[in-house]
């Protein structure tokens, strides 16, 4: 089956700075590729998504990245903010699979003001 | 758009009781949902996929006898927690996705307490 891995577990960067986490997975037939937002005792919330046939996806001060070669993915976040701060989660799914999402470890963002 | 409810936000019950928590999606028509487990600190973990007017499909390691699924309509989904233990104490969130559609949508997740 799919296997996500997600790096860093934890990332502390200064407001203003950049974020990047990175995701790989394990199965080519993976084909939509969400992240997640999660803070604290909430529910996790789509920031942002893409799928296979597109390489690089940008909503404002966010932004994915997707080498299919490579089996992985990258979220980017510019000119971070304190309220940036939560836990991020890759996820993978693919349609044959029924299209259930394997999420990735998470990423404990924290940015400083 | 998307919304996506779960009730109730937080149950506590004694070990040995059942418990059974809904998810409802509010504005669309949820063809499939989605059951997670979550615990502190840690990642989603996959319970079972339900279609609607269907068995649950359940992820390797998930007692489906345990876990009991419904999904009788487009619209509610409900997860019951039989016999429950101190061990099955976890924030559990559903999510649910339109026919067709990719994107899934999760409630707000129920926080289970077993004593």
């Known amino acids: 089956g799919e296997n996500v891995e997600q790096h860093p577990s934890t990332l502390s960067v200064q407001e203003g700075d950049s974020a990047v986490i990175k995701c790989t997975y394990s199965?080519?037939?993976?084909?939509?590729f969400p992240w997640y937002k999660q803070e604290l005792g909430k529910r996790p919330q789509l920031i942002i998504d893409?799928?296979?046939?597109?390489g690089e996806k940008k909503d404002q001060r966010i932004a994915v990245t997707l080498n299919k070669t490579a089996k992985h993915f990258s979220l980017h976040i510019t000119e971070t903010q304190p309220e940036d701060s939560a836990v991020y989660f890759c996820?993978?799914?693919?349609?044959?699979?029924?299209?259930?999402?394997?999420f990735g470890q998470g990423t404990e963002l924290s940015v400083k003001p | 758009g998307a919304v996506v409810s779960q009730h109730p936000s937080w149950v506590i019950c004694k070990s040995g009781t059942s418990v059974k928590i809904e998810c409802r999606s509010l504005?669309?028509?949820?063809?499939?949902m989605f059951w997670y487990r979550q615990f502190p600190k840690q990642s989603l973990m996959l319970m079972a996929t339900?279609?609607?007017?269907?068995?649950?499909?359940?992820e390797q390691g998930v007692e489906k006898d345990k876990f009991l699924i419904n999904h009788a309509s487009l619209t509610l989904s409900t997860l019951t927690v039989t016999s429950a233990h101190p061990e099955d104490s976890s924030f559990y969130i559903c999510?649910?996705?339109?026919?067709?559609?990719?994107?899934?949508?999760f409630g707000p997740g129920t926080r289970l307490l077993v004593l």
């Open positions: 999510s649910a996705r339109e026919g067709g559609r990719e994107t899934q949508y």
């Open positions: 199965d080519s037939a993976s084909n939509y």
């Open positions: 893409i799928r296979s046939n597109v």
């Open positions: 996820a993978a799914s693919s349609t044959n699979q029924g299209g259930k999402l394997i």
């Open positions: 504005d669309f028509q949820a063809t499939t």
């Open positions: 339900s279609n609607e007017g269907s068995k649950a499909t359940y």
